[in-house]
C-alpha cells in the first residue's frame, strides 16, 4: 500500500530536515576552524519536529487551497476573439478542441493566501518551533552528565541515541521557563522568516498546482531555513 500523500510529505520534511541540521553543524565546524563531527542529538531533534510540525502543515495548505483556489477558469483571448466577431463556427470548432476556456491566475486569492500563511500561519509555526524544540532540548539536557553520550564521537552519539533507553527524559522540562523562552524568542523568529518565507509562499502560491509539491518546494526552501535555525537552536 503506497503511503498516503501527508505520509510521503512527512517522510520529505523530516530527511531534509535532519540534513539541514548536519549542514549547518558543517558550517559551524568549517566557521570555527574545527573538525567536522556529526552529532546526531541535534539531527535526531529536528528530524523529529519535521515529523510533528509537517502533518498540521499540510493540512493547512489545504484549507488555503480549497478555500482560495489559485486558479479560475476564464474564456481563452480565441474564444474572446470569436465571440466578439459572432463567429459561431470558429466557437463550436474551439469548443471541441477544448479551446475556449483555460485556468488563470487568481490574484486575490493569491495575495490572501500569502498574508494568511504569513500572519496565522507564521505563528503557529513560530510558537510550534520554539516550544518544541526548547522542550525537547531540555528533554535531553541529561546527557552532559553521561560520559557514553559521545560529544565529539559520532558513533557514540548515535549508540546513546537509539541504544541507551535513556536519551528522552520529560521529567527534566521546566515549563515556566519553556514557555518565557518561547515567548522571548517569538518575534525574532517571525522577523527573520519574513526576510524570507513571503518569497517562497508567492513562488509556490502563485506557480505550483498541487499542495504536494508546494510541500517539497516549501520543504527544499526550508533546508536553508534550517540551517539558520539550527544554528538559532543552538544559541
Not at 510529505?9 to 565546524?29: M, Y
Not at 479560475?72 to 470548432?93: F, N
Request: hydrophobic share 50%; glycine share 6%; charged share 15%.
Amino acid at each position: 500500500m503506497a503511503p498516503s500523500p501527508m505520509a510521503k510529505a512527512t517522510i520529505q520534511s523530516a530527511l531534509i530536515g535532519a540534513a539541514s541540521n548536519i549542514l549547518a553543524q558543517a558550517i559551524t565546524a568549517q566557521k570555527y576552524s574545527k573538525p567536522f563531527v556529526i552529532d546526531w542529538i541535534p539531527v535526531f531533534q529536528f528530524f523529529m519536529f519535521s515529523v510533528v510540525s509537517t502533518p498540521p502543515n499540510f493540512m493547512w495548505q489545504e484549507f488555503l487551497e480549497s478555500a482560495f483556489p489559485a486558479h479560475h477558469v476564464a474564456p481563452t483571448k480565441e474564444a474572446i476573439a470569436s465571440a466578439s466577431a459572432g463567429d459561431e463556427k470558429e466557437l463550436d470548432r474551439e469548443a471541441r478542441e477544448g479551446r475556449l476556456v483555460e485556468p488563470r491566475l487568481n490574484k486575490g486569492n493569491t495575495l490572501i493566501k500569502t498574508l494568511l500563511d504569513q500572519t496565522a500561519g507564521a505563528a503557529v509555526n513560530t510558537v510550534l518551533f520554539s516550544f518544541f524544540m526548547t522542550g525537547i532540548q531540555m528533554a535531553m539536557a541529561h546527557r552532559t552528565l553521561h560520559a557514553e553520550a559521545g560529544y565529539g564521537d559520532a558513533a557514540k552519539s548515535l549508540r546513546w541515541l537509539l541504544l541507551s533507553g535513556k536519551a528522552v527524559n520529560y521529567q527534566n522540562i521546566n515549563w515556566d521557563v519553556l514557555l518565557e523562552k518561547t515567548q522571548r524568542e517569538f518575534v525574532p523568529i517571525v522577523l527573520a522568516g519574513w526576510t524570507f518565507w513571503p518569497l517562497v509562499s508567492v513562488v509556490n502560491f502563485a506557480f505550483v498546482k498541487s499542495v504536494e509539491t508546494r510541500n517539497l518546494v516549501g520543504s527544499l526552501a526550508g533546508l536553508v531555513w534550517g540551517i539558520y535555525m539550527s544554528m538559532f537552536a543552538a544559541r
